[in-house]
């Protein structure tokens, strides 16, 4: 199972980064769980400046923007 944490203050990018992720990890068929981790200690924690970011199994993969749904699915499939 794979760990999918949205980190983001819970901005509408944020909840649209959080939606694609679930989408793309649907279409995958991959099992998953989602996180959204909004407390700023624990984001920036991650190393991340700018929100909304994703990580996957604790490693970030995006930051500071919302990837296609080509990108999320290439990021989730490795």
Known sequence: MKTLQILGTGC???????????DAAKNLGIDYKLEKVTDITAIMSFGVMMTP??????????????PSADELRKILSN
């Open 53 to 66: 970011a994703l990580a996957v199994d604790g490693k970030v993969k995006v930051s500071g923007k919302i």
């Open 12 to 22: 509408p990018k944020c909840k649209k980064l959080a939606e694609a992720t679930e």
